[in-house]
């Protein structure tokens, strides 16, 4: 599934207190999204993989113009209002636009694809060429570039579409952004973590668009006194918890 590369992001930190206000003035102006079966809520489990030299990391810290990570992510939950839904990821960021090119795959067949040797692992005769490209990329990370198991995040997504006047938008306020540097068994809704990254009264609010951000949100932004600023959670969890890259940044 290719997507154009184009999209830019904006984040924001927010308390929990200021998030109920900024929601209840985007829900004026948007709707839930429709991958999310209608609802605005729902769980994210995103199992990372880099190699022994945290080539991902490092790539964002140094400030590398095209770079890529490589993530199963599981949206949804059994009881919740959508299934449990698999994706390999790759998350490309290309001179500050960012895209995500993907493949919905069942768990077992994500997991054996990017950890058990590549396409002969699951059947691909099925997939359509653009499919079947981004199954090449996959291979190509974790072959190339030896990607292995990293880390597995956690967090609640609340996250809202625009409306006729700005159809590419998308905001999302993340909440309960976890971690672990264990591998366990991949499930959907997994809440086995112990490591968290923000106070349990902050979210991160995270604004999407392939164009402009409307005069409504922008009013929303200065009203609220909102300041922009950088939070990757992938980068956070390894400058907290994996000792390979905090060994690193101590020795410096």
Not at 101 to 117: Q, S
Not at 220 to 243: M, N, W, Y
Request: aromatic share 10%; net charge neutral; with cysteine.
């Amino acid at each position: 599934m290719y997507t154009r590369l184009d999209r830019i992001e904006f984040k924001f930190i927010i308390p929990l207190e200021k998030r109920d206000l900024i929601v209840s003035e985007v829900e004026k102006y948007t709707s839930y999204d429709e991958g999310a079966g209608g609802s605005s809520q729902y769980p994210i489990i995103s199992q990372y993989y880099d190699n022994i030299s945290r080539d991902s990391y490092w790539e964002k810290m140094r400030g590398q113009k095209s770079r890529r990570k490589l993530r199963i992510r599981v949206y949804g939950s059994d009881n919740g209002s959508i299934p449990p839904t698999t994706f390999i990821e790759v998350k490309h960021k290309h001179y500050g636009r960012g895209v995500k090119r993907r493949l919905m795959l069942p768990m077992e067949d994500a997991v054996n694809l990017v950890e058990k040797g590549g396409a002969h692992s699951i059947d691909v005769s099925g997939f359509s060429r653009s499919d079947r490209m981004v199954a090449n990329e996959i291979i190509q990370l974790v072959d190339e570039r030896s990607f292995k198991f990293l880390n597995t995040m956690r967090y609640d997504r609340q996250a809202f579409v625009g409306g006729e006047d700005a159809p590419d938008l998308r905001i999302t306020f993340d909440t309960g952004i976890a971690c672990r540097f264990e591998k366990h068994e991949l499930k959907a809704d997994d809440k086995c973590f112990e490591h968290y990254l923000l106070p349990s009264d902050q979210c991160v609010m995270e604004v999407k668009t392939n164009t402009v951000i409307p005069f409504w949100l922008r009013e929303l932004i200065g009203s609220q006194s909102l300041v922009k600023r950088s939070f990757s959670k992938f980068c956070t969890a390894l400058e907290t918890h994996d000792p390979v890259v905090r060994e690193t940044i101590n020795a410096m």
